[in-house]
């Protein structure tokens, strides 16, 4: 047997955990390689990000590229066909040790559900029908889009515009809680989504690559979106109830499943959806339902209902968690809490002027309804305005919203006099206690560090590694000792150069010099932290990663969405179509 084994180093950004720098040793094809009666394992070495808060325990530091290939050495007598298999499982994979006790529940999750198990049932899941691979793959997609948020901006209208708004607002509350309960975990848990490879990424590149997994949105949306379906079928034709909770079951396991097929979730993220979608609903069910119903009957609200309804808002909006990268769950939440806050002032417009809430009464008969190509063209009419009026809000919302934000944290006191600039400066203050923002001077400045410095652009240069990062060949004799051997460029995830592989410390050191900006393009410390000049009193951030207006624009705009939805479009049914 052969006492060398040649492998090819490749730093590279994992997907399933942009924070962790994950480096292979990839088996070379035997064309390449001189060893013909020796198959290599693919190992992983990983240096956790400085600006990961969320480090790995001592005791599970996987193995570096020396202490690999002495293994490897050990283990080249397996055969050639089991190491393929293993090979396949480990790309891209991290081996988690089992942690000690008092750990971090991301630690404890990630162990137990995030396993090399898991990955190969997962492997399992998406080789089901391969010979109808392309077809499953579409089924399934058409699952995965019933779960997005822009199936429900389309569906839930069409529930106010048939003339059944507290059905509308009932689906639209559970939706809204459940997001925001799934998006506060995920940013609170920061678990890492399934490896691909070596799982095929079928889903949104996107969102696997820069949204963490638990729980399951989908899976919780789909719970939610079931027992609606089945509780309004139920109501209105009770003799098919088994057939309801059938067709209610079978939408939901579709979703969740999906969701597996696709490689976007792990089981424990499937199941931790479901659990958080069960307690939403009986939330709903024993004291939001009750809530909401006497809150959008309300006749004429006086005007500090719509100031509590905007201050409930802001508090959510405050003590949502903060992600430790920029994930949008946070910006979900936004969506979905503006959608849901825009309904409710556009409920008690309507009704102060109609003496109802919808603009048609529900028919008894409304399959013929959705039959009628008259009610399709008011939908798509209706459809079609209220997203104009979300797209121009956006617009005008980032220009409009970042002059009032700038105005109240007291970025334009050097346009005043020195009298009126300090009352100026008095108002921001007592403004800047009441956001997610610290007031300038409450807290000791972080000093400059690189950390800081590069927490900016942690996903603007996430493919730095696989762009900039030198692969090496490493030839491991059995003394553990490695030395160069150039190659030619033969990767499609870094460009080849010959180096020499050296310790970790040196490792670590080069990437971060390759990942550094330069001082030139560096933010200042200011800019990092939300200020803009000298006179601002509390900063412009938001959860650290956005600036306000950056932020609350999906605020703003699907507020406006919202109120167009239940309002302004209800006014233009009325009024054009004479709908009653």
């Known amino acids: 047997m052969c006492n060398t084994v040649r492998a090819r180093f490749t730093p590279r950004r994992s997907r399933s955990a942009p924070n962790l720098l994950t480096y292979s040793l990839e088996r070379f094809p035997k064309s390449q390689s001189s060893d013909t009666e020796t198959e290599v394992y693919s190992c992983r070495t990983i240096i956790v990000n400085p600006r990961n808060r969320h480090g790995l325990l001592a005791n599970s530091r996987p193995l570096t590229p020396v202490e690999a290939g002495n293994r490897l050495l050990g283990r080249s007598a397996i055969s050639s066909h089991e190491n393929r298999h293993r090979n396949d499982e480990m790309?891209?994979?991290?081996?988690?040790?089992?942690?000690?006790?008092?750990?971090?529940?991301?630690?404890?999750?990630?162990?137990?559900?995030?396993?090399?198990?898991?990955v190969q049932t997962l492997s399992r899941i998406q080789t089901i029908c391969r010979p109808l691979e392309p077809?499953?793959?579409?089924?399934?997609?058409?699952?995965?889009?019933?779960?997005?948020?822009?199936?429900?901006?389309?569906s839930i209208p069409t529930f106010v515009w048939i003339g059944f708004p507290q059905g509308a607002l009932e689906l639209a509350s559970m939706l809204c809680v459940t997001q925001?309960?799934?998006?506060?975990?995920?940013?609170?848990?920061?678990?890492?989504?399934?490896?691909?490879p070596p799982l095929n990424m079928r889903g949104r590149r996107k969102t696997h690559s820069t949204e963490y997994g638990f729980p399951s949105t989908h899976s919780s949306n789909s719970i939610i979106f079931s027992y609606f379906i089945f509780r309004q079928l139920n109501h209105f034709m009770p003799i098919y109830r088994y057939l309801w909770l059938l067709v209610a079951i079978f939408f939901s396991v579709n979703v969740s499943y999906s969701r597996l097929y696709l490689g976007m979730h792990w089981f424990g993220d499937v199941i931790g959806g479901w659990l958080v979608a069960v307690i939403c609903v009986l939330h709903h069910s024993i004291y939001l339902n009750n809530l909401e119903f006497r809150l959008v009957n309300i006749t004429n609200p006086p005007w500090w209902c719509y100031i509590l309804v905007y201050v409930v808002l802001h508090i959510l909006v405050i003590i949502h968690a903060t992600p430790h990268d920029p994930c949008p769950c946070y910006l979900d939440s936004l969506r979905f809490l503006g959608v849901t806050v825009g309904s409710l002032y556009g409920f008690w417009i309507f009704k102060s002027m109609y003496g109802t809430l919808a603009a048609r009464t529900l028919p008894s008969n409304i399959l013929r309804l959705f039959v009628s190509y008259r009610f399709w063209l008011e939908w798509a009419l209706c459809v079609m305005m209220?997203?104009?009026?979300?797209?121009?809000?956006?617009?005008?919302?980032?220009i409009v919203l970042k002059r009032i934000f700038k105005f109240m944290s007291g970025a334009y006191a050097g346009a005043f006099p020195p009298r009126v600039r300090?009352?100026?400066?008095?108002?921001?203050?007592?403004?800047?206690?009441?956001t997610r923002g610290h007031v300038r001077g409450s807290s000791p400045t972080t000093p400059p560090d690189r950390d800081a410095m590069g927490s900016m652009d942690e996903f603007q240069t996430a493919n730095a590694y696989s762009e900039a990062s030198p692969s090496a060949e490493i030839r491991q004799n059995e003394d553990g000792v490695g030395d160069?051997?150039?190659?030619?460029?033969?990767?499609?995830?870094?460009?080849?150069?010959?180096?020499?592989?050296?310790?970790?410390a040196q490792q670590q050191q080069d990437v971060e010099n390759t990942e550094s900006p330069t001082q030139a393009e560096r933010p200042t410390l200011d800019e990092i932290?939300?200020?803009?000049?000298?006179?601002?009193v509390w900063s412009l951030r938001t959860h650290k990663h956005w600036w306000l207006w950056e932020a609350h624009k999906y605020t703003f705009s699907y507020a406006i969405m919202g109120f167009m939805v239940v309002c302004i479009s209800q006014v233009f049914l009325r009024k054009v179509f004479k709908v009653k």
């Open 386 to 398: 209220a997203v104009i009026a979300k797209e121009l809000s956006a617009l005008l919302g980032t």
């Open 529 to 536: 932290e939300g200020y803009l000049n000298k006179y601002q």
């Open 180 to 196: 925001y309960a799934t998006g506060t975990l995920k940013d609170l848990c920061c678990c890492p989504r399934p490896p691909c």
């Open 135 to 154: 077809v499953v793959t579409y089924y399934f997609k058409f699952w995965s889009i019933s779960g997005e948020a822009e199936f429900y901006v389309v």
């Open 484 to 504: 160069r051997t150039p190659t030619s460029p033969h990767t499609n995830e870094a460009h080849t150069t010959n180096v020499v592989v050296a310790p970790i």
């Open 91 to 118: 790309d891209n994979f991290v081996l988690w040790s089992k942690p000690e006790l008092q750990v971090r529940f991301r630690d404890w999750y990630t162990y137990n559900f995030c396993n090399l198990s898991s």
């Open 422 to 434: 300090r009352v100026y400066l008095i108002f921001a203050r007592g403004i800047g206690y009441t």
